[in-house]
């Protein structure tokens, strides 16, 4: 059984004041939608920064986080409202952590029955080494577990963005890392209509991490 807790957004009022504005902007946007509620999960291999992301995204820390090993053992779901509107996390087990890679997705699946999803996190490091065989059967099992329509709500996160390089661009990094993962992705969703673009995101949780002159944090790196 996943851990719950659900609370008012107090974290909101910390956020940069741009940053709040944008997302009063986005939340008035929902609810001439008529939509009051968005749930995000978050997947990936262990040690990656899920439950960072989590804290980062709700701008207090309410999922607990190690430096050495996961947390994260079995489900947990995060919510907090404003305003009427309600943003539920789910950070979710690593997947060597919890053994093998099918065992983990079927009980995370198992799990998420029933409930409405509308955005996925894949999470992985930027900095971490390729493991394409891994990634090959994570992405595959990911499909048999979810189905392949899962792909097109799926965004993936490179966390631990500065990153610092000596034979190679920035740019050219990234776009090397992110093209060997969304080549895996594409091949083993096997969806015909799948977003060929597969987004991608670069994240830095450090505390330390700079800020623009709006105190909003940023990575340092240029990436076109």
Request: hydrophobic content about 40%; some cysteine; proline content about 3%.
């Amino acid at each position: 059984m996943a851990t719950v807790s659900e609370k008012e957004w107090t974290g909101f009022q910390g956020l940069p004041a741009a940053t709040q504005i944008i997302l009063h902007t986005l939340l008035a946007k929902l609810r001439k939608q008529k939509v009051d509620k968005i749930t995000i999960v978050l997947l990936g291999k262990g040690g990656v920064g899920k439950s960072s992301i989590v804290n980062s995204l709700f701008s207090e820390r309410v999922a607990a986080v190690s430096a050495f090993r996961s947390e994260t053992l079995r489900p947990r779901q995060y919510s907090r409202s404003k305003d009427g509107f309600k943003l539920t996390v789910i950070d979710t087990p690593g997947f060597v952590e919890a053994g093998r890679v099918d065992a983990a997705l079927n009980s995370i699946r198992r799990y998420l029955l029933g409930k409405t999803i509308n955005v996925v996190l894949y999470v992985d490091r930027l900095d971490g080494p390729r493991e394409d065989k891994v990634d090959v059967k994570i992405s595959r099992a990911i499909s048999q577990a979810f189905g392949p329509q899962i792909w097109p709500h799926v965004i993936v996160v490179f966390t631990h963005a500065e990153i610092h390089l000596e034979d190679v661009t920035y740019s050219e990094f990234v776009s090397r890392r992110s093209a060997a993962l969304r080549n895996i992705i594409l091949k083993e969703s096997r969806f015909k209509t799948v977003n060929t673009k597969v987004p991608f995101v670069l994240v830095e949780n450090c505390s330390r991490c700079s800020e623009n002159g709006e105190h909003e944090k940023l990575t340092l790196r240029e990436f076109t």
